[in-house]
C-alpha cells in the first residue's frame, strides 16, 4: 500500500519543521525536567505528577512521529495560476444565503487550522473551492444542505 501523501506549501513544510524541532528540544527538556521533578517526591505508584508528566510526554512523542511522518512523505504545492483557487491561496468568499464574507487559506490537510481560517483542500469547501476562479459560484455539500458560495477574491 502507497504512503499518504501530504500536500502542503513550502512555508507549511517550515512551519511543521519549525514545531518538529522545538518539540525535540524544548519539548523534551521540559518533560525530562518534569519528571525529575516528580521522581523527587518519592512512591511513584501513588504520584498524581509522575502520571500527569508520563501522560504528557506520550503526547509529546506521539506528536514527534506525527510530524515526521508528515514530513517524510510531504508533496510541496507550487502555487501556478494566480487567478485560480489552489492550495497556498487565500480566498474570499460570499456566502449567497445570507451575504456573510469569510476568508480561507487553502492549505494541506496537515496544516489545517479552521479556528484560524485554514482550510484543508480535502475539507468538503476546500474541495468546492480549488480551481474555481474569481466570481465563480459553488456548491458546498454540507449536513444542513448544500451552500452556496461566490468567490470575491483570490490572494
Known amino acids: 500500500m502507497a504512503a499518504k501523501t501530504f ?4 512555508a507549511g513544510k517550515a512551519e511543521l519543521e519549525k514545531e518538529l524541532e522545538s518539540l525535540k528540544t524544548e519539548g523534551r527538556i521540559d518533560i525530562a525536567e518534569k ?9 511513584l505508584s501513588e504520584n498524581s505528577e509522575y502520571d500527569e508528566a508520563k501522560s504528557e510526554q506520550a503526547k509529546i512523542e ?7 511522518y508528515q514530513l517524510d512523505h510531504a508533496e510541496i504545492i507550487d502555487v501556478e495560476d494566480a487567478d485560480t483557487v489552489s492550495i497556498g491561496r487565500t480566498v474570499t468568499v460570499k456566502r449567497l444565503s445570507d451575504g456573510a464574507n469569510a476568508t480561507y487559506e487553502i492549505v494541506g490537510f496537515a496544516q489545517s487550522d479552521p479556528a484560524n481560517g485554514k482550510i484543508s483542500d480535502e475539507s468538503p469547501v476546500g474541495k468546492a473551492l480549488i480551481g474555481s476562479k474569481v466570481g465563480a459560484t459553488v456548491v458546498v455539500e454540507a449536513p444542513i444542505g448544500n451552500l452556496e458560495y461566490e468567490i470575491l477574491s483570490i490572494e
Open 7 to 10: 500536500k502542503m506549501t513550502a
Open 62 to 68: 506521539a506528536r514527534i512521529t506525527e510530524l515526521e
Open 35 to 43: 519528571l525529575k521533578v516528580a521522581r523527587s517526591y518519592g512512591d
